[in-house]
């Protein structure tokens, strides 16, 4: 079974960017990107209503992390620490050498290729030091953007399961897509 360690906290870099750990300095954009109605859209779990909910979220994330459940960095533009977006290995079955990635960005930096270049490297993490056989992300199937930067990494659409979710009372199609790590 796959040995999954985090400690130290991996720090990782790109050609424009930084992932780093989240922590509390990060809470403003954190509040700002889970309680934002538009980032939210595609993603079935309820907003953020206070600056006291995203501590916790931050709290969730270090837990995981110190638990070796789950990772989630910072996404942050080189010479600028300010959080822009999140990007993590969530769900990890390690029993299974599998992970679901997920990830969010504050609007005002989509469409530059920032998640792009951050999926990237967050996989790259996941099939070379984490030996993970495969990587999985969970979509709506109206996320055309998610789905656009899936097929450009190479990702292929597995699965398409009708309301199998329940939120806000209604029933929400998921997507599932999945990258096999041909290294090994």
């Avoid at 199998?164 to 090994?184: A, C, H, M």
């Amino acid at each position: 079974m796959l040995s999954i360690n985090f400690t130290p906290f991996p720090n990782l870099e790109t050609e424009r960017l930084l992932l780093r750990r989240v922590d509390n300095t990060d809470v403003n954009e954190i509040f700002e990107l889970r309680s934002n109605p538009e980032t939210m859209k595609y993603i079935p779990r309820p907003l953020l209503t206070t600056i006291e909910e995203a501590l916790e979220h931050i709290a969730t994330i270090d837990a995981r992390i110190d638990s070796n459940e789950g990772i989630n960095w910072a996404i942050t533009l080189k010479g600028n620490s300010k959080l822009i977006g999140i990007i993590g290995h969530y769900r990890i079955k390690p029993e299974h050498y599998r992970a679901e990635i997920g990830y969010m960005l504050l609007p005002e930096y989509s469409g530059k290729g920032i998640i792009t270049e951050a999926v990237e490297e967050a996989v790259k993490y996941g099939f070379e030091i984490m030996q993970l056989h495969s990587i999985e992300a969970v979509i709506d199937p109206e996320n055309d953007g998610s789905a656009r930067v899936l097929e450009k990494l190479q990702f292929v659409k597995e699965a398409h399961l009708k309301e199998n979710e329940f939120f806000e009372g209604r029933f929400w199609d998921s997507v599932i897509y999945s990258k096999l790590n041909k290294q090994q």
